[in-house]
């Protein structure tokens, strides 16, 4: 699709209005935001909750309409990370390196992050990077390039350090997501009492 710049956009401005259904869906999503920003003032819990259930049931409508197509793009994204995490792509390593360095970047500098849970991300995250570095020590000393995926498997030591690097990935978002929760309820706990 060759579209200039403002074709694209006035492409996209139009969309709501193709068909007599997008603009009813294009008047729900108005008045949910109303209704939603109005309750800002309001913070009646109620509304909150009819809002919360109304949106919940226009997506389960929307998956139940679509169920098919949408259990083979759920099924492809679950191929996807699989073989992102089994077979692992040298962008996708280095983009969860990434993350760890920014988790534990992060987790330095707040201040009200409780003792142990600092300790317990610091381990996490040091060892990925750790394992990271032989990673990348291991490709100096075998010269291999990064630029090819397939060079990875064939050093089973590099791959292996990739894999057990992903899974310890794996553990700090679990972890995390955990720990968020948790603390998420026990401040909402604190707050009632």
Same mark, same amino acid.
């Given at each position: 699709?060759?579209?200039?710049?403002?074709?694209?956009?006035?492409?996209?401005?139009?969309?709501?209005?193709?068909?007599?259904?997008?603009?009813?869906?294009?008047?729900?999503?108005?008045?949910?935001?109303?209704?939603?920003?109005?309750?800002?003032?309001?913070?009646?819990?109620?509304?909150?909750?009819?809002?919360?259930?109304?949106?919940?049931?226009?997506?389960?409508?929307?998956?139940?309409?679509?169920?098919? #197509?949408?259990?083979?793009?759920?099924?492809?994204?679950?191929?996807?990370?699989?073989?992102?995490?089994?077979?692992?792509?040298?962008?996708?390593?280095?983009?969860?390196?990434?993350?760890?360095?920014?988790?534990?970047?992060?987790?330095?500098?707040?201040?009200?992050?409780?003792?142990?849970?600092?300790?317990?991300?610091?381990?996490?995250?040091?060892? #990925?990077?750790?394992?990271?570095?032989?990673?990348?020590?291991?490709?100096?000393?075998?010269?291999?390039?990064?630029?090819?995926?397939?060079?990875?498997?064939?050093? #089973?030591?590099?791959?292996?350090?990739?894999?057990?690097?992903?899974?310890?990935?794996?553990?700090?978002?679990?972890?995390?997501?955990?720990?968020?929760?948790?603390?998420?309820?026990?401040?909402?706990?604190?707050?009632?009492?």
């Amino acid at each position: 699709m060759d579209l200039s710049l403002v074709e694209k956009v006035l492409t996209f401005l139009k969309i709501p209005f193709q068909s007599f259904l997008t603009i009813e869906i294009f008047l729900i999503f108005i008045i949910l935001y109303i209704f939603l920003v109005y309750n800002e003032k309001r913070n009646n819990k109620k509304v909150k909750i009819f809002l919360t259930a109304l949106i919940i049931f226009f997506i389960f409508l929307l998956i139940f309409y679509f169920q098919e #197509d949408i259990s083979i793009v759920f099924s492809e994204i679950i191929k996807t990370l699989m073989r992102c995490f089994y077979f692992p792509n040298i962008i996708f390593y280095f983009l969860t390196v990434i993350i760890t360095l920014i988790v534990l970047i992060y987790t330095i500098f707040k201040p009200n992050i409780t003792r142990l849970n600092k300790i317990i991300t610091y381990a996490i995250t040091l060892t #990925d990077l750790f394992l990271f570095t032989n990673f990348i020590s291991l490709a100096i000393s075998n010269n291999t390039s990064l630029t090819n995926t397939a060079n990875i498997y064939q050093h #089973d030591e590099m791959f292996i350090l990739v894999l057990v690097s992903q899974i310890i990935f794996l553990i700090l978002i679990i972890y995390k997501s955990i720990y968020h929760f948790c603390y998420i309820k026990h401040q909402k706990l604190k707050n009632t009492q």
